[in-house]
């Protein structure tokens, strides 16, 4: 149990588009979903707090713009880099909350051309 | 916020016992003690979680001493599939309508034949 995917596991655009990541919880309902960013070699960087039914909470330096966050349902979050360029290029990773427990998704790496 | 020290890196021979020790000696109260384990172009993989005394599973042990200021994450007879990054973090968990959780380095493990 506690199985989050995400979609797609890759993508590579033109810089000035926009990507949207999907992750889902699959056996699970999750209130609360977190997106992380992570650079090679580096460590997971928590981006924002994706609230069911209620607008994300970002962390400091993360612009709300720029990363638009949708979880309209208790099974879906949807991560939007907006008007994408190379410095966007990173490894995306979700996770879902289940009582005390964060369980993540397999991540999803972006390369902005 | 709970901030977490671990070893940058550790080496074992296959067959061995692995003990990482994490520090944290801000943890409040309501934190859990969480340990992930993430492979390269992947997201983490929950491995344990505790809150005090110790935790066993069919993966490793959390040993947590009373004062709950460090945990000791103890993987009994590793394998080369065991190299990997180990993460240790602490979070706000039951009750708490937060859970966000901020890794640190991680220990980077490796298992040598």
């Known amino acids: 149990g506690a199985v989050v995917s995400q979609h797609p596991s890759r993508v590579i655009c033109k810089s000035g588009t926009s990507v949207k990541i999907e992750c889902r919880s699959l056996d699970f309902q999750a209130t609360t979903m977190f997106w992380y960013r992570q650079f090679p070699k580096k460590s997971l960087m928590l981006m924002a707090t994706s609230n069911e039914g209620s607008k994300a909470t970002y962390e400091q330096g993360v612009e709300k713009d720029k990363f638009l966050i949708n979880h309209a349902s208790l099974t879906l979050s949807t991560l939007t880099v907006t008007s994408a360029h190379p410095e966007d290029s990173s490894f995306y990773i979700c996770?879902?909350?289940?009582?005390?427990?964060?369980?993540f998704g397999p991540g999803t790496r972006l390369l902005v051309l | 916020l709970a901030k977490t020290t671990q070893p940058i890196s550790m080496d074992s021979y296959e067959g061995q016992e692995v003990n990482i020790t994490c520090s944290h000696n801000n943890i409040a109260t309501n934190d859990y003690i969480t340990w992930y384990q993430q492979f390269p172009s992947q997201g983490p993989r929950f491995i344990i979680q505790g809150y005090k005394t110790k935790v066993t599973n069919e993966v490793a042990s959390l040993f947590i001493p009373a004062d709950r200021k460090s945990s000791t994450l103890s993987l009994p007879r590793v394998s080369l599939s065991d190299t990997a990054v180990y993460y240790c973090l602490v979070g706000k968990g039951r009750g708490s309508t937060l859970g966000r959780l901020y890794f640190g380095r991680g220990t980077q493990l490796t298992v040598w034949p």
């Open positions: 996770s879902a909350r289940r009582s005390e427990t964060q369980y």
